[in-house]
């Protein structure tokens, strides 16, 4: 079956500092990997995707298939990134994809 | 547009009662998932749906989980009897259909505590 480890549960950074969030999944075929977010008080929301290759609120992420990684990367960290970041995984199955989140990871940024 | 919308978001239960969850996704959205939220840990998913017909329910546990979603809108969760380990948020969200790339939309959680 289809795991997303995420082995940090608490990064603690300085305001400025770079950000690495460590994501490793294990699937056997090609997967869509997800990076949602949730901010205090606030819904889960989908930070980024790995199809998209796209870089939002300066956060990247790239998946690495020799690894079986996809790190969220930020290189200055600032305060409003406090929040809780899932890595998510979904696998084809019967036609359809299923999900599968990792426990998260709690970022704060201190000012 | 609006969002997921959840209804309780809060429920205080004893154990051997019975619970039920609301979920009314996007408009449109052919997709609808719910998940369970232990503190502490990501979501589960329990059950998804793709219009009327469920997709994976691998992970619910039937003997005293039910969910439906009649006429492919709103779907109901069922808990009967709860187990103080069902304690959890219990967290809707919908996409558009289930295809490559899919955004999912989350509601804002129905918080269960059974005592």
């Known amino acids: 079956a289809q795991r997303v480890t995420q082995p940090e549960k608490l990064l603690s950074v300085f305001k400025g500092a770079p950000v690495e969030l460590k994501c490793n999944y294990s699937y056997s075929g090609s997967p869509e990997l997800f990076w949602y977010v949730q901010y205090s008080r606030q819904r889960l929301q989908l930070l980024l995707r790995?199809?998209s290759r796209e870089s939002i609120k300066g956060f990247t992420a790239d998946l690495n298939k020799g690894e079986t990684s996809f790190h969220l990367k930020k290189p200055f960290a600032q305060e409003e990134d406090s929040a809780m970041y899932y890595c998510?995984?979904?696998?084809?199955?019967?036609?359809?994809?299923?999900?599968?989140f990792g426990r998260g990871t709690s970022l704060i940024v201190h000012p | 547009e609006a969002g997921v919308a959840q209804s309780p978001r809060y429920k205080i239960i004893e154990k051997r009662q019975s619970v039920a969850f609301w979920c009314n996704p996007i408009s449109g959205h052919a997709t609808l998932y719910w998940y369970q939220q232990i503190l502490g840990q990501g979501p589960k998913l329990l059950i998804q749906?793709?219009?009327?017909?469920?997709?994976?329910d691998s992970q619910l546990p039937k003997d005293r989980f039910s969910a439906e979603r009649l006429k492919g809108v709103d779907s109901t969760l069922k808990i009967q009897p709860a187990k103080l380990e069902d304690s959890a948020v219990y967290l809707c969200?919908?996409?558009?259909?289930?295809?490559?790339?899919?955004?999912?939309?989350f509601g804002p959680g129905t918080r269960l505590l059974v005592l």
């Open positions: 969200a919908s996409s558009l259909n289930t295809g490559v790339g899919e955004t999912q939309y």
């Open positions: 749906f793709q219009n009327n017909g469920v997709v994976d």
């Open positions: 790995h199809i």
């Open positions: 998510a995984l979904r696998v084809p199955s019967g036609g359809s994809y299923i999900p599968t």
